[in-house]
């Protein structure tokens, strides 16, 4: 997580540097005022997303994520976390918290990335826009064929790297402890 912070930071600094000499100083106080709407706007969304991610975790036994979503679900497990991907609104801060609770509750590995895949792929709520700017026949096309790439992302994800499962599990349970501990 600091490794982060620092590299967002220092990117951060060369933009502004880079934005000063091609603008003026202006720019700043622009990007600063522009960043504090996007974190108006977002926080919301994000607060109901973790809040979301941890009553999945709460609520939702082990045992029926297990059943549903994990070892035991197979096949209907992929399919069941690719619809819910696709189904789910909002970008990536709301459906990453729901990920990493879906894959702490006990999810397949292949389950998870089926879930994360359909979510940039299928997204439902994209669709009324999609069709307005691209047009009905263009988005069909896109959806007819990517249709199979969440499913068999889930199957090549759990054929290839079900072994990692816990070890994912574990490195997601020291991000989210070292992001308590800050």
């Known amino acids: 997580m600091k490794n982060n912070i620092i590299i967002m930071t220092t990117i951060t600094i060369l933009l502004a540097i880079f934005g000063v000499v091609q603008q003026g100083p202006s720019v700043i106080t622009a990007g600063i005022m522009a960043g504090a709407k996007m974190l108006i706007e977002v926080v919301p969304l994000l607060a109901a997303a973790f809040v979301l991610a941890g009553m999945i975790q709460v609520l939702i036994s082990k045992e029926f994520i297990n059943k549903w979503l994990g070892k035991d679900a197979g096949l209907k497990g992929i399919f069941l976390g690719a619809v819910a991907g696709a189904l789910i ?32 792929i299928w997204s439902i709520s994209r669709l009324p826009m999609e069709v307005a700017l691209m047009g009905p026949t263009i988005t069909a096309v ?9 499913i068999l ?4 994800a759990n054929l290839f790297f079900r072994s990692y ?16 501990k800050k």
């Open 89 to 120: 609104p909002g970008g990536p801060y709301v459906f990453y918290p729901i990920a990493a609770s879906f894959l702490l509750s006990g999810a397949e590995i292949g389950t998870v990335l089926a879930f994360v895949v359909a979510k940039n």
């Open 142 to 150: 896109r959806y007819i064929v990517t249709f199979v790439f969440p």
């Open 153 to 156: 992302v889930g199957l090549i």
């Open 165 to 180: 499962g816990e070890r994912v599990r574990e490195q997601v349970k020291l991000l989210q402890t070292a992001g308590d």
